[in-house]
């Protein structure tokens, strides 16, 4: 019993720390509608930046925001690359992602592969996480990437009811909508992958600290981990009336780790791990594809009124 | 028609020149030495067959699409080399596609409200001015449609018709110079589209509008409007206006198109 809660809580954990992530990729593959892969790069890059600052001896929560900085840097660059040079969306994400692995491994890291940080103080292990009473502290790690991620959930809500939220929606769905209105949809698009990787970084930092180490490889496979996270949560929870898309897709980071999870305890061998990956997120876009094709065909016929 | 010979010329199109497919074995020079004047208070309409240049001479005005030389004023400011996004801030468009004039994830309500902030900065400010929504309903039922009562709706599931009044609406929300109605109601079915022609019509009264109409139904470019231009091979071969136009009648304008088939050899 006490495995299989051990086992429960760490994919909570693990799934609140990459729904920060599926929230981020909500933003720039549902709202926008562009399939980042710079995300790969992003959040190696949060968790080694977080690594490297805390092992410095600079404030966790400083180093959670310098990450998400750094983060909305790279999405940027992805942005100005699609947009300003009009490099498709796949290819912009793969020269971040690309250029990012020797940011992390030369510029931020000073060339070690990986920067541990098991004795310096984390969100985890300091400030106010030791205001929880001491009988928690097993669920110290959950509770405050709980907090975290449905920080970053209610942000982006909120964000996204806003004039500018409003009008990235419009940028992803319509972008000639928003021409109409005299904005640059361009604007938006970098606008929204900004926040995007900003998540990404973070959802990186967080773990690092979790983990207690950061590796520049860490990033392998994280595009298809979010991707089928945002996907996950959309198909399975889109009946759901009163839950919002970034709830869903943060249950969805939940249910992916819960489904690696328990392949793993069902004995399957950890170097299978991104193959496992590679067929939960192709049964997820099918499975998708078989509710969205549905929906598709409902749409009006626009010669009848 | 002597006031509006009286009132000042919103648009110029002066010394137009456009070409596709440049410096390619199938070049196509439409335009050259193209000009167009539209007086302020004007509602004209635009006819011709399919490549004669009524779609692309809005494409121009809207900055879709740049001018090889020519120079393009509204109120004589020169807005040629603007970017698309910025002629938007004067000048309103209702496309061919209902599909594109509104946002058809949001609802009626948040499509209304962003279209109100046209021309002011898209903060972080509530999307949706709730002091706002009574102006929105009024103008959602001077479309007479029962829009008003759908204000939570997404515009998605909206038919093409009510999508196309809503998309006009929009377009005409904040003061604009110039509205451009791209064969407006070239996709929807006959009494939608009569619908839509009417409000038109309505919209473009009350708020004073000046209108550059392309479309295909000979019936509306007589009916509506107080100028009527006739395109073939990028040149204007027809333009009434005032008494003259009001004299028109659609077999006059199919007179006209045969000649010019008959010209062409077909």
Known sequence: MDVFFNLILAILEEGFIYGIMAVGVYITYRVLDFPDLSVDGTFPMGACLTAVLISHGMNPWLACLCAFFAGTIAGGVTGLLHVKLHITDLLSGILVMTALWSVNLA???????????????????????????????????????AAVCLFIKYLTDAYLRTRSGLLLRAAGDNAQ?????????????????????????????????????????????????????????????????????????????????ACLAGAMQMGLDTNYLKLLMAVIFTIALVGNQFTLGRRKKQHVDPTRI | MSIQQESKPLVRMEQI???????????????????????????????????????????????????????????????????????????????????????????????????????????????????????????????????????????GSLSGGQRQALALLIATMTPIDLLILDEHTAALDPRSSETVMELTERVVK?????????????????????????????????DHEGEKKNSLEVRDLTDRFNEISIEDGN
């Open chain 2, 206 to 238: 009350e708020k004073h509008l000046t209108a550059l109409m392309v479309t295909h139904n000979l019936r509306f470019a007589v009916r509506y409007g107080d100028r009527l231009l006739m395109m073939h091979r990028g040149k204007i071969v027809l």
């Open chain 2, 17 to 155: 020149a456009k070409a596709f497919h440049p410096d390619e074995v199938n070049e196509v020079a439409l335009f050259e030495n193209f000009n167009l004047t539209i007086r302020e208070g004007s509602f004209v309409s635009v006819v011709g067959s399919n490549g004669s240049g009524k779609t692309t001479i809005l494409n121009l005005l809207c900055g879709s699409i740049p001018v090889d030389s020519g120079k393009i004023f509204v109120r004589d400011r020169e807005i040629t080399k603007l970017s698309e996004y910025a002629h938007s801030r004067f000048i309103g468009r209702v496309f061919q596609d209902p599909a594109k004039g509104t946002c058809p994830q949001l609802t009626i309500l948040e499509n209304m409200a962003l279209a109100d902030q046209k021309g002011k900065p898209y903060g972080l400010a509530h999307g949706v001015n709730r002091k706002r929504i009574d102006a929105y309903r009024s103008q959602l039922e001077l479309l007479k449609l029962g829009l008003e009562d759908k204000l939570e709706v997404t515009v």
């Open chain 1, 107 to 145: 510029t931020i890291m000073g060339g070690k592969a990986t920067v541990t940080i098991f004795n310096s103080n984390t969100i985890f292990n300091s400030g106010i996480a030791m205001l929880l009473p001491n009988a928690a502290a097993q669920f110290r790690v959950v509770i405050l990437a």
């Open chain 1, 177 to 257: 909508y928003v021409i109409s209105l005299g904005k640059d949809p361009g604007s938006m698009k970098i606008l929204g992958l900004m926040i995007g990787n900003g998540c990404t970084a973070l959802s990186g930092s967080i773990l690092a600290q979790q983990a207690g180490s950061a590796n520049v490889a860490s990033g392998t496979g994280m595009v298809v981990m979010a991707l089928a996270s945002v996907i996950i949560g959309t198909t399975v929870f889109r009946k759901v009336k009163f839950m919002r898309a970034t709830s869903a897709v943060v249950c969805g980071a939940i249910l992916y780790k």
